[in-house]
């Protein structure tokens, strides 16, 4: 069983990758709205990632006899810029995850909960190429500037992504 501590900081970044789902679903509304399908499409495997994520730990919760407790999900933003601007929110916001990631490892060391620390350690690896993935597109999108057929190619590129549950 999780300790009451752990069970909290688990049910905390449930709640976080949900909402990482929902934001990543209000981006692809606003690609679509733009007309860019491709990155539409992206994101919407991006939301479809960050659920898999949360119900990776709701499952690992409820595995050591513990209790999952949904909160209140943020309304994210729905209006940026310009492509850049997501995702550089996106590069933003994949960091942060990550640095709350950590804590949780930390914590699980502090608690020498290593069934814990060991079940985080997927998720310490998916962040790293979910960090390098996000910010080979922020480059992207910096050597395209305001090109509308460089963003025309990196719209179709974006859109080829199909998502694959990953492997745990």
Not at 115 to 136: D, K, R
């Amino acid at each position: 069983m999780l300790s009451s501590g752990m069970e909290k900081a688990i049910n905390a970044q449930i709640n976080a990758e949900f909402y990482s789902s929902y934001l990543y679903l209000s981006m692809s509304a606003h690609f679509e709205s733009m007309s860019l399908a491709g990155m539409a499409s992206w994101m919407k495997m991006q939301a479809q990632e960050e659920m898999f994520h949360g119900m990776k730990m709701y499952d690992f919760v409820h595995e050591r006899g513990s209790k999952v407790t949904l909160a209140t999900i943020s309304k994210p933003p729905g209006k940026w810029k310009n492509p850049l601007a997501v995702f550089t929110e996106v590069l933003k916001h994949e960091q942060k995850v990550t640095a709350l990631i950590n804590e949780l490892v930390n914590h699980a060391l502090d608690e020498r909960d290593h069934a814990t620390n060991i079940f985080l350690q997927w998720f310490v690896t998916e962040q790293v190429e979910e960090e390098a993935s996000v910010s080979a597109i922020v480059d992207k999108l910096k050597m395209i500037g305001n090109d509308a057929n460089g963003l025309f190619v990196l719209d179709q590129e974006l859109g080829q992504r199909v998502f694959t549950m990953p492997l745990a």
